[in-house]
């Protein structure tokens, strides 16, 4: 997503590419992901929290891959409008920091899948409550502009804008998922 | 979805609200259903097809939760706009038919799951392109609109087109799921 959103911010259509092939290795990865976690089942009968891991990596794999889909989308929408920008330049520092918000959760994933501690949903679900708001904010700049973007600007803009809040929102529910992990029971849901 | 839809292009609040209602139901029922799958795998340790049915449980019951959640989009997005219908008069023709389709393979998978046959995920990916080309055709519309639809009316259609695009995705993947429930091998992904 960092690199997709560079690619849709600086119009550079190499870093584009790069994250379409890489989407295609996370399905792969998510895959395997999932086959061996039914083997694991299948082979060790895991129960309690050997079993809740497990059951959390399928989870988290498809969730994972479905993040993959969304940077996607985000580079795919700047290849198509290449090499006009598709984000109006009054809208830019609202996606750069959507896409640091969802970025900095996704980096936090990483650390706490290597060394789950559980406990982290709560400090996650702010970035998602910020990037939620971000969502609005560039939904209401794209109703109120006067004068108006023009509409396939209005329309890409507010679908972008639902990209990144996807992507924030299945990074948190990974989150909430390892919490579940560590503690058993699956922590409160985070204010919508 | 089809009462969500109802809702949409006749802009009658009282159906809105039901959908409202029926997704926080559909949530707890997909709590109850992974609970219920994950106490079969501590239990029971199954293996080979029972094991692929109670994991395709676990998938299928988050993606159809997930559908709920976008029949919910299309509800709040049509009680926001209320007394004026979100859907222009020129584009209520599209939606009304990826409703129907989108409903059409609910309605199948209803029918699969109770009895699952396998081999149908085929027939159902039939619908799902069919929406597809509905959804591009609906973003094409808005693109092209002379005179341009305002800036809201094109926002809230894209991003509805995309809630029913994805609805469609979302309910083929279950239907995929049942196939590899029955023949053990995931079907070829479908053509995006």
């Not at 092939?21 to 050997?50: F, G, W, Y």
């Not at 706490?112 to 560039?138: C, K, M, N, Q, Y």
């Not at 509409?151 to 998922?177: C, G, N, W």
């Amino acid at each position: 997503m960092a690199r997709a959103t560079q690619g849709l911010l600086t119009a550079e259509p190499h870093l584009v590419e790069q994250v379409i092939t890489d989407d295609a290795r996370i399905n792969l990865l998510a895959e395997k992901c999932e086959e061996h976690a039914c083997s694991m089942l299948a082979l060790q009968s895991p129960v309690a929290r050997d079993l809740r891991t497990v059951v959390t990596a399928i989870k988290a794999a498809e969730k994972i891959e479905r993040m993959g889909d969304l940077a996607k989308h985000v580079a795919t929408t700047a290849r198509m409008r290449y090499p006009t920008p598709a984000v109006p330049a009054t809208l830019v520092d609202q996606f750069a920091e959507m896409a640091r918000c969802g970025v900095a959760v996704c980096e936090h994933l990483g650390q706490v899948i290597a060394a789950p501690t559980g406990g982290d949903f709560r400090a996650l679900a702010g970035a998602d409550d910020r990037v939620d708001a971000l969502h609005r904010e560039v939904l209401d700049a794209v109703g109120l502009a006067d004068p108006p973007y023009p509409i396939q600007v209005a329309v890409d803009v507010a679908l972008l804008a639902r990209y990144y809040e996807r992507f924030a929102d299945q990074a948190v529910s990974v989150a909430k998922r390892l919490d579940y992990v560590v503690a058993g029971t699956m922590p409160d849901e985070p204010p919508t």
